[in-house]
Structures are given as C-alpha cells and as structure tokens.
C-alpha cells in the first residue's frame, strides 16, 4: 500500500511547519508502522490490536494515531477524501506525574562523574550542570555552541523544539563553571575545529547515545538501581524551581514549552510533596485518637 502526497507531506512538516529532524522521522515511523498493516487489514479498528502486538504502550499508540491524525488530515486539505480520519480515535492515557531528579540524587550523580582525568570531570560535571540547571532537552544539549555563551550577560541560547530559539540565564555557578570549562578543559579534548560546547572523548560533538551511555555509566557508579533518564534532570529543575516559588510562567520561557499547560504538570508534583510534608510534620497528624 502507498500512501498519497506522501513526499508532499514530509516536505509541509520539515520545511513549511518547520519540525525537527527527530520529529518527521517519529512521523516516518508511525505512518510506515500504518503502511505496515494495511497490507494485509483495512479495518483501522483493527490497528489498535496490531499496535498492541508490536508492544506499543497506550502512550506511544496515541502517538501513533496522533500522528496518522496529522497526516490525514493534511491530505483532505489537498483535496482527498480519508475516512480513516473520523476513525481513528486516540486512546485515553492515563497522565502520570513525572520522575522528578531530588537535589540529593544529582550531588550523588555529579560526584559520580568524577574521573581520574580533571578534564574528562569538567565535561562530565557541565553536562549534569547543563541538564538539572538548563532543564535542557538531550537534542538541546548537545547542539549548544561555544557562540552561544554570553559570559557578560550571563545567558546562553538554546535551540529548541521547531527550530525555535530562546534565551537562558545561567546562575553565577554554572556561568563560572562553564568559563572555567571552555578555557581549561575543552581545549584539551578537541581534536579538530568544533563550534560544540561540549566535546565527546573522540574529540566531536557528543551524541544522543554519548549522553545516555555517561548518564548509564554515572548511575551506575552511584549506586542508582537503574540509569537516570535524562528527562528527570527537566523535571528536577522545573520542580525545584515551583518549590522555590518561581511563576509557571517563567518556568514555562525556561523549559521551552509551547503551552503553559504542559508546564502545569509540574503543580501536581509539589502538591503531592507538600501533602507528605504535612501528613509527617504537621501537628494535627501527630494527635493521637480520643478514646471515646
């Protein structure tokens, strides 16, 4: 089975919508997994059943349909008739509140990182400063470039979702630890001109899998039972922040979401924390019951 406009489609998301490389090839995916199944099925309820024995979570097959959503919806837009549209429904997926990374859980990660290599350390330690202090996407991460750095202004650009830039103030810490970095260390680990921030031990700019595989390698030598998803550094930062009293707005400009209704997650995170703290700290809880 072929699917129509499909090139006409790609070329609307990466160039018109302006999505990211990552995005339009999760899209490639979802619609290949589709192409998949019509060729032996054309009943669409039946793809909620095929998407379940090729293990997709209830998340990842609303994902799914999402995406297949998109696509036939832009195909109406040029004129075709797509029943599938009204078919395909989204199923219900129960929101859970995201594992946050504990102020005590990152010391233990970043003196983790330590090395007998001060140079290694000082990259190491950056890229945890960068990932709990920037609440910074992994893609984020590691396309920051040493032009982006405004060391008297103390702000560095990040380039996020879309394409879309932002500006981020560092804390005095992080501003000094980067300076720090860029004059002593990185230098060091170079092997050819890069504008990268951060440099992997090949002398490149690091990848996805370089992060994951540091971060696997620093849980582990934390005693962590499994490794820290790079995730959970955003949603430390972002709860520390609510915590410490910082408007959702401002959290929201941080992060880089597009909707203030994705940052308002985080609210339910603390509210579960201020419950505990009440129900162990507060007086009313210590009251034994009145024998009647």
């Not at 030598?221 to 910082?246: W, Y």
Request: proline share 5%; net charge positive; hydrophobic share 35%.
């Amino acid at each position: 089975m072929e699917l129509p406009l499909w090139i006409d489609f790609f070329d609307e998301l990466q160039n018109v919508r302006g999505r990211s490389q990552n995005t339009v090839m999760a899209y490639r995916r979802d619609l290949e997994l589709y192409i998949e199944y019509s060729k032996t099925n054309k009943s669409v309820p039946g793809f909620y059943e095929f998407m379940k024995k090729h293990k997709l979570s209830t998340r990842s097959q609303a994902r799914v349909v999402s995406s297949l959503r998109t696509y036939f919806k832009y195909c109406e837009t040029r004129g075709q008739t797509c029943p599938e549209l009204r078919e395909l429904k989204p199923p219900k997926v129960k929101v859970g509140l995201p594992k946050v990374l504990t102020p005590q859980e990152f010391q233990q990660l970043f003196d983790a990182a330590e090395t007998n290599d001060p140079v290694k350390t000082a990259r190491n330690q950056l890229t945890l400063l960068f990932l709990y202090g920037l609440g910074c996407r992994v893609s984020e991460l590691i396309s920051l470039n040493v032009a982006d750095f405004n060391a008297t202004d103390r702000w560095i650009k990040v380039l996020g979702k879309g394409s879309k830039e932002r500006l981020v103030p560092l804390t005095e810490k992080l501003a000094e630890e980067l300076t720090k970095y860029l004059r002593d260390s990185r230098p060091a680990l170079m092997k050819e001109n890069s504008p990268s921030i951060l440099i992997n031990d090949r002398g490149h700019r690091p990848s996805r899998v370089d992060v994951w595989r540091w971060l696997a390698a620093w849980s582990l030598r934390a005693g962590f039972a499994e490794p820290v998803n790079p995730h959970r550094f955003r949603h430390g930062c972002a709860t520390a922040l609510l915590e410490s009293g910082a408007d959702l707005r401002s959290i929201q400009m941080l992060l880089g979401h597009a909707s203030i209704q994705t940052t308002q997650i985080y609210t339910n995170v603390t509210t579960n924390t201020m419950t505990r703290t009440i129900e162990e700290h507060h007086p009313l809880s210590q009251l034994q019951e009145v024998d009647k």
